[in-house]
């Protein structure tokens, strides 16, 4: 693994803009729970604007996608345009949920066997043959990612991943396959997705974690799985939900009340104000612990999102986060840039 560098402001910085365009397809992996639909979604909103047309693929169900986007319907197969840049110029975000039940119906369509489809779905067989073998869903999956890629409709194709775990299987099974089938139209679309996760002007990864030991753990093992598996390339690792550093913890409650020229708290709310104030700075240290950590085992270029206070998070923290996303990838050193 080379060192993506280490978000250093020497030499050339990245353009958003083109950060994006360095490979058509993201595909984001995170364990779950760490934020990786709400960075996918903070990092496409960054790129519509920056003047592209992305598009997020969400795998089963489009999740917490449209609330993010402040709209309360959920989508499916058929694209859906969750955000326009504003001023009527170029860019936005299109929304699409992909099933291997769906590309599979597609292919199948697309190939000539439309009968043979429609007795598929008649016969309730059609889940069957598109989970049955190992690995076949995810290379139907993929393959219609691939699909989406050549289209061109899209300056982004931004995939929010199964979370780890499953998102390493979910990325080496096509190369398993290519293995395993013999020959046939399986294995030719295996390999052309193969080709695409292998090749860093068309795919990358990118890896969303939380400044935590468990996560840190966790983001570091599948960097490597990744990097030896699947040979997909690496893009910076963003840290999320980093609480911002108050210095000051330490203060004096009452001392702090008179600077400020407001009444000093009473006995209870200070001992309240300096608990919170020590569960604060402990937080704090755990956090910069894990940045550290991180930071020596993974030669990847970090960077890191706020923990945004205000929840449920709707378009105003989400356009918050694509904010502070597009300014740390400009924080990047452009000559490294997100090349793992
Ligand atoms: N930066 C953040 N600050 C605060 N809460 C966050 C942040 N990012 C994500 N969350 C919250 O954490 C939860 C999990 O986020 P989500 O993006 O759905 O994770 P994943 O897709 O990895 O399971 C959600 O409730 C989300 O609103
Ligand atoms: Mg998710």
Known sequence: MEPGGAGSS????????????????????????????TVTAALALAAARAGLEVLVVALDDSGGLPALFGRDDRFGYEPVRLADRPGGSSGGVAGQVVTSREALLEYLEGHGFGRVSRRLIHSGALDVVATAIPGVEQVLVLGKVKQLEKAGGYDLVLVDAPATGHAVSFLTSSGGLVDAARGGPLRAQAEQVVELLSDPSRAQALLVTLPEETPVNEVVETAYRLEDEVGIALGPVVVNACLPVLDDLGADPAAAARAAGVRPPGPSRRRLLSMAAAFRSARQEVQSEQLDRLAAALPLAQVTLPYLFDQPIGPGGLGLLAGRLAAGIEALDGAAGARG
């Open 10 to 37: 020497v030499g050339p910085r990245m353009d958003v803009g083109a950060f994006c365009r360095q490979s058509k397809v993201v595909v984001v992996v995170g364990k779950g729970g760490v934020g990786k639909t």
